[in-house]
């Protein structure tokens, strides 16, 4: 979905990954994996006046690396995961999430991560170093230490970041 200032995509779960999962059997006869589930979350394009989010669900690196595959062979039309504006970072900043490809890709100006004490020590430090990697400039907006994380864009396409410093 587009108009005139926005682009709204979902890019995956892309077939590929449906079919490998049982997850999206309705008539499920095993419980499916967690990394199942996770493989075939949501993943979700904005852009609003040339800011461009990419929000990343649960998906692990097998997922973010099929995304980034289709990206660059040119299946997504109207998509630029080049250089984002921001990141959500997958999987609460799980060591399987936001792989090395992925971030190298999207090279993230901003990464936003849902953490906090109910989330099972996340952010991983390896996730935050493999962010730091690739772009040391990157600007880390974890919940639990700056408690919501509101981007608010202006009909000129500039962005400001609020927060609730916790």
Known sequence: MSGKDYVLKFLAPLPS??????????????????????????????????????????????AEDMLIDSAKVGIFKNVNL?????????????KNCSGEYLLGYVKPQNAVISSGDSF????????????????PKCNILR??????????????????????IK
């Open 17 to 62: 990954m449906i079919s490998e999962s049982t997850y999206v059997d309705l008539n499920l006869t095993d419980e499916p994996t967690g990394k199942q589930i996770n493989n075939v979350s949501a993943i979700v394009y904005v852009e609003y006046k040339g800011v461009r989010f990419l929000f990343t669900g649960d998906a692990e690196m097998e």
């Open 82 to 94: 080049t250089n984002l504006h921001f990141l959500k970072v997958g999987g609460h900043g799980s």
């Open 120 to 135: 099972n020590n996340h952010p991983a430090t390896e996730t935050l170093l493999r962010i730091i990697e690739v772009n």
């Open 143 to 164: 919940t639990d230490v700056y408690g919501n994380i509101t981007v608010i864009v202006n009909e000129s396409g500039e962005y400001f970041i609020e927060n609730q």
